[in-house]
């Protein structure tokens, strides 16, 4: 279980610190530490906020000139672009139904929402019969699963379209989620926490008379839960994001995910960037939420593979 | 990796050791049930093509994908050798130059910038981890939109255009010797929330007190990066770099939507993933050809993380 620090890296005042403000007070008045040890005080904190600013202007500013874009009309927007000097809802309105933005929105949850419910069913399915149960083949199995975490996506995908293609999947939902149903990444991270439960508890269950998936669903599941949480997250964003795969998979309109869809509205409207933009302010926007509820799983997922070495 | 290899009766009743091999067998039918799901999965689209790709790859095809001959496995040294090869491997290992460096020391710079206890941190923090929200898409046409020549907001702000008059004329995604990178560029602004998140993470994971007795001894904010916050983000930084350097060279969103693989003749920014994948690759539709190149990077993938963990793994201290 990650410890709270690595899970409070976004909240406001989480960051560590609070003992060096204690010691700095008692003990070490003879000696202070350096003012910008830990609480910088009087300019140099003025000069850190500056700072702060500075950069996170810089960060945003991409961000800040596409919002301004997707705002107003297109006659003004490349007069002052940096300038919100006129508004309007007209463009977004447009990238949503003209630019098909809102049925691409459609199609990118749905597969999203399936490629996510089936991974971490598969993986939690698996990462059991790795980590409790016990059968002969059980150590090339997990090996040739974990093999597949080698493969980069490039070298399967020329295939694959084959695949797709001679079942007739070519621009349907089952062609962009079937590929991705699971993953080795959420067998492996499931089995690890599955490992760490004591046998005592599954040797109790069984005296219990309760069979395997009484336990799993009773006893593992439960346990794992914040696990779980964070492997739904990046099923989730692994599938929003999946760039290369719809724009092969995909080629009639409709079908499109917001990825694809935001290639075939950039390419066929070069002379109109503020639609464009509208576009992919619309894309960005789920994502944006999803991410802000998320925050705690993103961070842990994220530091799964990391921090713990 | 450490895999389990605990004995057999580990989760069964503890018996003579003909028994543990019954038992062994008695939950093999709900094992391979539950196992079933992922396999058929992850056999039919990881294992099956990488080994179906392999064979292709030594296969010769017509434009259409059509009509495929063996040339016999002296294809992939033909591939490689191939000056359109050459060409992608360069422009991908520049790409993985400038990306990966500029990336990791931007990314620890937000990080430590914002490891700081002060009023609304939080604020700074949630805008440097924002850039995590962006797909490769939504990046790079934000991007495309800063650097366009003619509809582009650089090239329409008076004093930005007469300060670099190259940002109208050719265009920095036009000129050949800038286009990549303006690619990476985006590439880097993209991928800063992930690092910037990450590196957070390991700060947070330093003791306070390994930092205090530095400062007690009298190191000072400087001092206490390179010898106490450097050495202890070790293991972060190690995964931040192979996960950049994997990312370079699997780059292709933003140089489909930036450039096209452009400009030409010089295929500037055409890297690997694009050779294989892209609307204007010269081997499009080239089914034995595309293969062949994405099996060898996926070699090249495989031996870079191999030499990273061996070359950098070596030094990085877990604590």
């Known amino acids: ?309 | 990796m450490d895999h389990d290899a605990r004995p057999g009766a580990q989760y069964g009743r503890v018996v003579a050791d003909d028994e543990r091999q019954r038992s062994r067998w008695a939950d093999f039918p709900l094992a391979m049930a539950m196992l079933a799901p992922s396999a058929v999965v992850l056999g039919l689209f990881v294992l099956y093509p990488l080994g179906r790709a392999v064979w292709l790859g030594q296969q010769r095809c017509n434009n259409f994908g059509g009509n495929c001959r063996s040339q016999g496995f002296g294809q992939y040294a033909d591939i490689f050798r191939s000056t359109e090869f050459q060409n992608a491997l360069v422009v991908t290992a520049k790409f993985a130059l400038l990306t990966v460096p500029l990336g990791l020391v931007l990314g620890v710079g937000l990080a430590v910038l914002a490891d700081k206890h002060l009023r609304g941190i939080g604020v700074f923090r949630a805008i440097f981890s924002s850039t995590v929200a962006t797909s490769v898409a939504v990046a790079s046409l934000m991007w495309l939109f800063l650097l366009q020549p003619s509809v582009g907001v650089l090239a329409n702000v008076e004093w930005f255009n007469s300060l670099f008059p190259s940002v109208k004329d050719p265009g920095w995604l036009q000129d050949p010797g800038t286009a990549l990178t303006a690619v990476a560029m985006s590439s880097v602004w993209g991928g800063l929330g992930f690092t910037f998140i990450l590196v957070t993470a390991g700060l947070q994971g330093i003791p306070a007190e390994y930092h205090e007795a530095a400062a007690v001894d009298g190191a000072g904010g400087v001092r206490r990066f390179w010898s106490v916050t450097l050495p202890m983000l070790g293991p972060t930084l190690l995964f931040v770099v192979i996960v950049l350097t994997t990312r370079a060279f699997q780059a292709f969103g933003e140089v489909d939507l930036l450039t096209d693989g452009g400009p030409r003749p010089q295929d500037s920014t055409t890297t690997l993933a694009y050779f294989i994948y892209g609307q204007n690759s010269p081997i499009k539709g080239d089914v034995g050809l595309q293969a062949g190149s994405a099996v060898l990077l996926f070699v090249l993938l495989l031996a870079l993380s191999l030499l990273q963990l061996r070359m950098i793994g070596r030094r990085v201290h877990y604590a």
Not at chain 1, 7 to 35: C, F, H, K, R, S
């Open chain 1, 1 to 309: 279980m990650p410890d709270d620090r690595t899970t409070a890296v976004l909240d406001d005042d989480a960051a560590p610190g609070t003992p060096t403000d204690a010691l700095v007070d008692d003990q070490l008045v003879e000696n202070p530490v350096p003012d910008s040890f830990d609480d910088p005080r009087g300019w140099r904190r003025v000069g850190r906020y500056t700072l702060l600013g500075i950069v996170a202007f810089v960060v945003l500013f991409p961000v800040y000139t596409t919002v301004i874009a997707s705002l107003k009309p297109g006659n003004k927007v490349l007069q002052n672009p940096l300038v919100p000097d006129a508004f309007t809802l007209d463009v977004l309105a447009d990238a949503w139904s003209t630019g098909r933005l809102g049925r691409y929105l459609f199609n990118s949850i749905v597969v999203a929402i399936v490629i996510t419910l089936f991974q971490v069913v598969t993986s939690v399915l698996s990462a059991y019969a790795f980590a409790i149960l016990d059968f002969p083949g059980k150590n090339v199995l997990f090996l040739a699963f974990i093999a597949t975490l080698l493969v980069p996506i490039e070298a399967t995908l020329v295939v694959n379209f084959d695949t797709v293609d001679g079942l007739g999947w070519v621009n349907t939902y089952q062609g962009l989620a079937v590929p991705f149903l699971a993953t080795a990444f959420g067998t492996f991270l499931i089995r690890q926490v599955f490992l760490t439960l004591p046998r005592d508890l599954r040797d109790a269950a069984a005296i219990d008379g309760v069979g395997h998936l009484g336990f799993l669903r009773h006893v593992a599941i439960p346990l794992v839960r914040p696990t779980l949480g964070a492997l739904a997250l990046f099923a989730f964003l692994g599938s929003w994001n999946q760039y290369l795969w719809p724009n092969l998979v995909v080629n009639e309109a409709d079908m499109n995910t917001v990825q694809s869809g935001l290639r075939v509205l950039s390419k066929g409207n070069v002379d109109e960037p503020n639609l464009v933009m509208a576009g992919t302010v619309i894309a960005a926007i789920p994502v944006a939420v999803v991410l802000l509820v998320f925050q705690r799983q993103l961070v842990r997922g994220l530091t799964a593979g990391a921090v713990k070495g």
